[in-house]
């Protein structure tokens, strides 16, 4: 799994492309490739921090790659804009052993509410956080409440925070600040990273913009140098010279050039300090004799002339701050710094344990796409006539996740599309009108069932329902799955599938789940669409093919049979049920963390599941729910969907040969893309599947992997 590190603060300046350098070069010493990413930046054509990061030794990345969104598009449409920002990250995310995401730098129009944005990122990245805060404050106290705050704000958005680091702290207040960031909680990395003026100074050359002073003489090349400091020079040169500290610039006014020839002398003594620059206001013309004095002076010290006055050019310099650029000096300062005050090894052990609590909905969905192109498949569907279908096979085809059919008359389908405007040029039309199509589906659905007594007159009447014609394309292999029922009822779309799909080898009832994506976490709740009041036998085969969706789409499954008691307290028909669909389960899968009966709270809540249930792998972190009947699991996930914000991606049908998944009437274009990004992942599966049955059945007993040999659950 990629090492992926979010660094965040709850203000801009506080210096987080320091900690970023530091973590880039100690994540380089132990991984082989190190990745940046900046989500937010103020334009998408220059950001300064990025192109730093990405000229490191070691980097080998793009600058387009490495940035996400621009503070415009964040501001225009802020859900849009995390769509992308979660996209471009997951392009990138399996190219890097190591990934550091540097948060944004509070410069747009949003700042009051940037701080939530970040941490919203950082749990749809499940990145753990390094916080950073200023240590540029009154007092410790005042630094430990930045953080609390920060720390505090990131938790409320599901984000995991590993650490805090205090930056551009008053070295007189170093020790004392380290020990207020302790105390806010021990498993956190802390430290503090005194002020250092070489990383917060500008450049000579932007203190010469920030002017409007142009170059009248010295060295060009020293203008990119750092400048650590400004003097005004209202005096006379013993005392000028008697304040001078190491490469500061000095103003001074332009008819003093007496002073010149003086601080030139001392810039070039070794027992003076060195200077950054000369900045010369008030626009006065230099005296001829002052001109031809310096002409024949080797004067490498940058001296720059603007027309505005002392007290102009002091305020514009005077807490002008630089930014972090690709300096050598500034990087290797950055560098040393961070390795004398953080405990690195700390840190990257905490990064080993951090991650995999949190996952989004927006980051779940973002991966069904991601797996559903990795081997597209295609996916049949019949209710074209629906410009939500039309809709969503055009998004689908745009993001290329799966091949799609559409059921209809070509020039029909095309037109009404062309009308609603979206593009689904590379989707296969097929007629259910095809005479050689209707004639073979007739012929095989016929035979199949002539033990109903079905003649071929009756099955070609039956193929004129799109779902049996759809359904009958999977059949043969002309497509992977089917997603219907936007128009059709769920009886409408699974009833060609039991008639002729059938169950697989093991399983005896065709289920629905739901993937609910909550906040922070993706768990399954089965079953919720089809089986009004399942016998304690088909219960415990629900419970088997869910947990087998829970582990397709990457969820540890931990399955909590749902009652009104817990354990052996209670006792009834309804309990019962459920205690003996538990004890099959059990039976089947002995492997599979299976607890029940058991009530909701103790299945969710650890300190409830602890109470009710000690030592139980399940009892307080279940991750698949399954109701004793649908009165109870459709009514409960609704509950859940409507008054948690949870999204619920489904229903999806479990137990089939193959995929075919039914659509709520009332779902949104949304549903349908990712409901058909399942079934060709159910798809995946089941090829995988069969490929592996396959080498089995064709290995000679005996050899090959023994694991070949073990017995597989069926879903």
């Known amino acids: 799994m990629t090492k992926v590190v979010f660094i965040a603060s709850p203000e801009g300046r506080v210096g987080k492309s320091v900690i970023a350098m530091g973590l880039v070069e100690a994540l380089s010493a132990q991984v082989k490739s190190v990745g940046v990413y900046r989500p937010l930046v103020r334009t998408l054509r220059r950001d300064e921090v990025t192109e730093a990061l990405i000229g490191l030794p070691g980097i080998s990345q793009g600058f387009e790659e490495a940035v996400g969104v621009s503070y415009d598009e964040m501001s225009a449409d802020p859900d849009a804009a995390m769509s992308l920002i979660v996209e471009k990250f997951g392009r990138i995310r399996d190219k890097f052993d190591a990934i550091v995401v540097v948060g944004s730098d509070y410069a747009g129009a949003l700042s009051s509410t940037e701080m939530n944005f970040n941490a919203t990122i950082a749990a749809h990245l499940n990145a753990p956080v390094l916080m950073v805060v200023s240590g540029r404050k009154d007092s410790p106290d005042a630094v430990e ?63 010469f913009e920030a002017t409007h002073a142009s170059l009248w003489t010295g060295d060009p090349r020293l203008l990119d140098r750092e400048s650590l400091g400004v003097l005004v020079c209202g005096m006379t040169l013993p005392n000028v010279l008697d304040r001078l500290e190491p490469e500061f610039t000095l103003i001074a006014p332009s008819d003093r050039l007496d002073l010149l020839p003086g601080l030139i002398m001392a810039h070039r003594s070794a027992t003076f300090p060195t200077m950054a620059s000369v900045i010369l206001v008030g626009g006065y013309p230099v005296p001829s004799t002052i001109n031809r004095l310096l002409s024949g002076t080797d004067v490498d010290l940058p001296i720059g002339f603007t027309s505005t006055g002392t007290y102009t050019t002091a305020e514009r310099l005077f807490g002008m701050q630089g930014t972090m650029t690709s300096s050598a000096r500034k990087i290797e300062v950055a560098r040393r710094t961070f390795a004398e005050h953080v405990d690195v090894e700390a840190l990257l052990k905490s990064l080993d344990v951090a991650r995999a609590s949190v996952r989004t909905p927006l980051m779940f969905e973002f991966e069904l796409m991601q797996r559903a192109r990795a081997d597209k498949k295609t996916i049949v569907l019949p209710e074209a006539s629906d410009p939500r279908i039309i809709e969503s096979a055009s998004i689908l085809l745009a993001r290329d996740v799966a091949h799609i059919i559409l059921l209809g008359e070509e020039s029909e389908i095309r037109g009404r599309a062309h009308l609603l405007g979206f593009d689904i040029t590379d989707a296969q039309v097929v007629s259910p009108h095809n005479r050689v199509l209707i004639e073979k589906f007739a012929k095989e659905y016929a035979r199949l069932r002539a033990h109903k007594g079905v003649t071929l007159e009756q099955a070609r009447e039956t193929l004129t329902d799109l779902s049996y014609f759809a359904t009958m394309m999977v059949h043969f292999g002309m497509a992977d799955g089917m997603v219907s029922g936007a128009v059709n009822t769920t009886a409408n779309t699974i009833k060609p599938s039991l008639e002729f799909i059938k169950t697989k080898p093991g399983v005896n009832v065709v289920s629905s789940s739901f993937l609910m994506c909550m906040p922070d976490e993706v768990v399954v709740y089965a079953d919720c669409a ?92 279940a991750s698949v729910f399954i109701f004793p009947d649908l009165n109870t699991g459709n009514n409960t996930y609704k509950a859940v969907q409507r008054t948690s914000g949870a999204v619920a991606i489904g229903p999806v049908l479990q137990g089939l040969k193959k995929p075919v998944n039914d659509l709520s009437r009332g779902a949104l274009v949304d549903d349908i893309v990712n409901t058909v990004a399942i079934t060709a992942i159910q798809a995946q599966m089941d090829a995988a599947r069969a490929s592996q049955q396959a080498s089995s059945e064709a290995q000679p007993a005996g050899e090959g992997d023994p694991r070949l040999a073990e017995p597989t659950r069926q879903a």
């Open 145 to 207: 409440r930045t953080a609390r705050a920060a720390i505090g704000e990131m938790m409320g958005n599901h984000a995991n925070v590993i650490g805090v680091i205090a930056n551009r702290v008053d070295p007189n207040m170093l020790t004392q600040v380290n020990e207020a960031l302790k105390g806010i909680d021990p498993t956190y990395v802390t430290a503090a990273i005194p002020e250092n003026r070489v990383l917060a100074a500008p450049t000579v050359r932007a203190q």
């Open 530 to 621: 089809v089986n009004p009041d399942p016998t304690a036998e088909q219960l415990a085969s629900i419970a088997v093919s869910s947990a087998e969706t829970a582990e397709a789409f990457g969820i540890d499954p931990r399955v909590a049979m749902l009652s009104y008691s817990t354990g052996s307290s209670g006792s009834g028909a309804d309990v019962d049920k459920v205690r003996a669909a538990t004890d099959l389960v059990k039976q089947q899968q002995p492997q599979l963390k299976v607890e029940g009966p058991i009530q909701f709270d103790a299945a969710v809540d650890p300190v409830v599941g602890k109470k009710k249930m000690p030592g139980s792998e399940v009892a307080g972190q």
